[in-house]
T-cell receptor
């Protein structure tokens, strides 16, 4: 049963600390998305990658957020330094886009981040 | 710009009653349409999708949705709601120009009364 995995599932940290969230996309998927979900803003797209290359990271605060795909099995989202307003649930999703064919996204269970 | 509207923030139905959740999108091109469900503390799960062909699509858990091009709508329906259907529902729209990215609606929270 292929699924997207995310670690950690929960993270509590203090303001100013670095936070790293990890995602393992479904094997064979070539597109990876990072979302942030809050009560106030709903689901926001932060960044996404195709074949490990960033396609769009316009949704991310550039000064503190960074997203990378060191290899095809790992995507990371880092926040440095973290702020209380970063408290949210961060979702990773993966999908397969091939030959112009669009497809659905498969979501991970999320990382619930609390910044004190 | 592309947009997705879910007009109902919150809907309450009685168990066994029928359900319809509304979704409208704005864009001129042919869309790819999705409905996802999110249970508390979990990620989003795909209920159904429409790419082409028959405009009435069947999904998991007894849900169906109908694409109406003239109304730019993709409403989700279920004939008889179960208590376990209580969750948040998201409509999403994608286009070929989006390189695989979907635009999500703000979601509709469904409460099921016993």
């Amino acid at each position: 049963d292929a699924r997207v995995t995310q670690t950690p599932r929960h993270k509590v940290t203090e303001m100013g600390q670095e936070v790293t969230m990890r995602c393992q996309p479904i094997l064979g998927h070539n597109t990876v998305f990072w979302y942030r979900q809050t009560m106030m803003q709903g689901l926001e797209l932060l960044a996404y990658f195709r074949n490990r290359a960033p396609l769009d990271d316009s949704g991310m605060p550039k000064d503190r957020f960074s997203a990378e795909m060191p290899d095809a099995t790992l995507a990371t989202l880092k926040i440095q330094p973290s702020e209380p307003r970063d408290s949210a649930v961060y979702f990773c999703a993966s999908g397969l886009v091939s030959g112009g064919l669009y497809n659905e996204q498969f979501f991970g269970p999320g990382t619930r981040l609390t910044v004190l | 710009a592309q947009s997705v509207t879910q007009p109902d923030i919150h809907i309450t139905v009685s168990e066994g009653a029928s359900l319809e959740l509304r979704c409208n999108y704005s864009y001129g091109a042919t869309p790819y349409l999705f409905w996802y469900v999110q249970s508390p503390g979990q990620g989003l799960q795909l209920l159904l999708k429409y790419f082409s062909g028959d405009t009435l699509v069947q999904g998991i858990k007894g849900f169906e949705a109908e694409f109406k091009r003239s109304q730019s709508s993709f409403n989700l329906r279920k004939p008889s709601v179960h208590w376990s259907d209580a969750a948040e529902y998201f409509c999403a729209v994608g286009f070929n120009t989006n390189a695989g990215k979907s635009t999500f609606g703000d979601g509709t929270t469904l409460t099921v009364k016993p």
